[in-house]
């Protein structure tokens, strides 16, 4: 990636900062609990299904809820993120016609808004876990919060490259919102791994990115223990990859887009 | 001091034609379903052709031509919006461009909330923009309204909010889509005397427009567009006949 590029963004800095700050308080505004909604919202839902799944597959309810609230705020950020991510650039269009800045902060903007919202909410995951199962907290708690950081750095440009594709064909939300759902279906998000790995359905888990990503959090809250360096090395290769393909998208589209707005 | 200039380098630019081109799966289907359908082709606009020229420190150059003969695209690629498909651009200097006002405000946040938002897009700092915010309220004098969302505003409020907040900071390089007038008669006062001024400190102006007086007053150089081709490059009296001489309408 060339370097005025990313000059370029850290220029623009102020500018997305407050667009994504301006876009979080848009989103509960005129509501009486306002950001509280982004802990009650998962945390009720949480608690639906869990209800369910617990007698479904038989298992305690104290113990399952916050396997599938934490798969389900970090997978309620990506699908935000994802979905109106492309169509940020669309979104941006009376920006973009007026000023150039790397388009890429039209994704990052939408990328920190849900980023926020998903600290927010991991919150609830917390308190639950160091009521139901405070013998897990321990040293390894440390690495959980990197979760953060990983999930913008894969959706960020994973958002990018859907954009630029988005900006073209409009048909992209519609499809993506399908892809998603496949995606969801075929992932350890509310289901526990070892269902899949007892259906013979391992690969779905070990060469899945959302599964590497989710234990980054679940290794030390859920079960007390260290995520694996081949949860880190995953991610960063999943990063490294995204990156790769945004660029490629972008080298050839970033200037054509305000032709498509 | 380091020299403001505009150079262009045999430029070409063009609109590729996918973008209009209608994209939906009856098109789609009519294309393989055997029989005649009637043949539009849509193809690639070539809006700007073959544009070499320099502009120089303290010019102030009027671009004048018909409807659609490129002058709106000229600046636009000037300012870095529009991709060239060939050719080269330099441009030295902080440009300052001023086309369609009334674009890009936040429609649920205030109008002080939008006064940073737009001076951030424009590359400001928010520690200058706090310094001229009053300015820019005292000068849109929409007066309680600054405080509502602009969702509240009227058409007139928001170009007069947006105006103040444009026309706030100058450039280097000024690019003007035609003098823009906005608001009332008493606004329209207050905002020429602000477009005088910002003309005044810039380096180098551009001003595309319709308006012979405004380019006799203002301008030393003109440039005639003509579908895309300069035609004439050079003093004012000459760029006016040639230009009616183009399109038929001098004398």
């Given at each position: 990636?060339?370097?005025?590029?990313?000059h370029?963004i850290?220029?623009?800095?102020?500018?997305?900062?407050?667009?994504?700050?301006?876009?979080?308080?848009?989103?509960?505004?005129?509501?009486?609990l306002?950001?509280?909604?982004?802990?009650l919202q998962?945390?009720?839902?949480?608690?639906?299904?869990?209800?369910?799944?617990?007698?479904i597959?038989?298992?305690?309810?104290?113990?399952?809820?916050?396997?599938?609230?934490?798969?389900?705020?970090?997978?309620?950020?990506f699908?935000?993120?994802?979905t109106?991510?492309?169509?940020?650039f669309v979104q941006?269009e009376?920006?973009?016609?007026?000023?150039?800045?790397?388009?890429?902060?039209?994704?990052?903007?939408?990328?920190?808004?849900n980023?926020?919202?998903?600290?927010?909410?991991?919150l609830s995951?917390?308190g639950?876990?160091?009521?139901?199962?405070p013998q897990?907290?321990?040293?390894c708690?440390?690495?959980?919060?990197?979760?953060?950081?990983?999930?913008?750095?894969i959706?960020?440009?994973?958002?990018?490259?859907?954009?630029?594709i988005?900006?073209?064909?409009r048909?992209?939300?519609?499809a993506?919102?399908?892809?998603?759902?496949?995606?969801?279906?075929v992932?350890p998000i509310?289901?526990?791994?070892?269902?899949?790995?007892?259906?013979?359905?391992?690969?779905?888990?070990?060469?899945?990115?959302?599964?590497?990503?989710?234990?980054?959090v679940?290794?030390?809250?859920?079960?007390?223990?260290?995520?694996?360096?081949?949860n880190?090395?995953?991610?960063?290769?999943?990063?490294?990859?995204a990156?790769?393909?945004?660029?490629?998208?972008?080298?050839?589209?970033?200037?054509?887009?305000?032709?498509?707005? | 001091?380091?020299?403001?200039y505009i150079?262009?380098?045999a430029?070409?630019l063009?609109?590729?034609?996918?973008?209009?081109r209608?994209?939906?799966?009856?098109?789609?289907?009519?294309g393989?379903?055997?029989?005649r359908h009637?043949?539009?082709?849509?193809?690639?606009v070539?809006?700007?052709k073959n544009?070499?020229?320099?502009?120089?420190?303290?010019?102030?150059v009027?671009l004048?031509g018909?409807?659609?003969?490129?002058k709106s695209?000229?600046?636009?690629?000037?300012?870095?919006?529009?991709?060239?498909?060939?050719?080269?651009?330099?441009?030295k200097g902080?440009?300052?461009?001023?086309?369609?006002?009334?674009l890009?405000f936040?429609?649920?946040?205030?109008?002080?909330?939008n006064?940073?938002?737009?001076?951030?897009?424009?590359?400001?700092?928010?520690?200058?923009?706090r310094?001229v915010?009053?300015?820019?309220?005292?000068?849109?004098?929409?007066?309680?309204f600054?405080?509502?969302?602009i969702?509240?505003?009227?058409?007139?409020?928001?170009?007069?909010?947006a105006?103040?907040?444009?026309?706030?900071?100058g450039g280097?390089i000024?690019?003007?889509?035609?003098?823009?007038?906005?608001?009332?008669a008493?606004?329209?006062?207050?905002?020429?005397?602000?477009?005088?001024?910002?003309?005044?400190?810039?380096?180098?102006?551009?001003?595309?427009?319709h308006?012979?007086?405004?380019?006799?007053?203002?301008?030393?150089r003109?440039?005639?567009?003509h579908?895309?081709?300069?035609?004439?490059?050079?003093?004012?009296?000459?760029?006016?006949?040639?230009?009616?001489r183009?399109t038929?309408?001098?004398k």
């Open positions: 990636m060339k370097m005025p590029y990313i370029g850290y220029e623009a800095r102020y500018f997305w900062i407050h667009l994504a700050l301006s876009d979080l308080r848009a989103k509960w505004r005129r509501s009486y306002g950001i509280a909604w982004s802990l998962p945390l009720g839902m949480t608690l639906l299904l869990s209800f369910v799944f617990a007698k597959f038989k298992q305690s309810i104290a113990g399952y809820a916050p396997y599938i609230l934490s798969g389900m705020i970090v997978w309620e950020f699908i935000a993120t994802l109106l991510g492309s169509m940020s941006a009376p920006y973009i016609k007026q000023y150039r800045h790397p388009l890429a902060i039209y994704t990052l903007r939408n990328t920190l808004t980023l926020m919202v998903l600290v927010m909410a991991s995951l917390i639950w876990v160091l009521i139901v199962m897990n907290f321990g040293w708690w440390i690495v959980a919060p990197l979760v953060f950081p990983l999930a913008a750095l959706a960020w440009p994973v958002a990018t490259a859907l954009a630029y988005g900006a073209r064909f048909d992209l939300t519609p993506l919102a399908l892809i998603m759902q496949a995606m969801w279906f992932s509310y289901f526990e791994a070892s269902l899949f790995r007892n259906g013979g359905l391992g690969v779905l888990v070990d060469f899945n990115p959302i599964y590497h990503l989710l234990e980054i679940r290794a030390p809250l859920l079960r007390g223990e260290w995520p694996t360096f081949v880190f090395a995953a991610c960063g290769f999943t990063i490294v990859a990156f790769a393909v945004a660029w490629l998208i972008g080298r050839k589209s970033e200037d054509k887009v305000i032709f498509y707005l | 001091m380091t020299e403001n150079r262009l380098d430029i070409n063009h609109y590729s034609a996918v973008a209009f209608e994209r939906s799966l009856k098109t789609l289907l009519m393989v379903t055997p029989g009637p043949k539009r082709e849509v193809h690639d070539h809006a700007l544009i070499t020229l320099q502009v120089r420190q303290g010019e102030r009027g004048i018909h409807n659609g003969a490129g695209t000229f600046l636009k690629m000037v300012a870095g919006l529009y991709p060239v498909s060939s050719g080269s651009r330099h441009v902080v440009v300052r461009s001023l086309f369609d006002l009334s890009g936040e429609p649920e946040a205030t109008g002080r909330e006064i940073l938002y737009r001076g951030l897009l424009l590359g400001l700092t928010p520690k200058f923009m310094t915010a009053e300015d820019i309220v005292a000068f849109a004098d929409i007066g309680e600054i405080d509502y969302p969702k509240t505003y009227s058409a007139g409020m928001q170009v007069r909010l105006f103040a907040i444009s026309t706030m900071v280097d000024l690019l003007l889509d035609e003098v823009i007038g906005a608001g009332d008493n606004f329209m006062q207050k905002a020429k005397a602000r477009i005088t001024k910002l003309i005044e400190d810039s380096e180098i102006l551009i001003l595309a427009t308006d012979f007086g405004s380019l006799r007053d203002i301008c030393d003109a440039i005639v567009l579908h895309g081709e300069i035609k004439f490059d050079g003093a004012v009296e000459p760029a006016v006949k040639e230009y009616g183009l038929g309408t001098g």
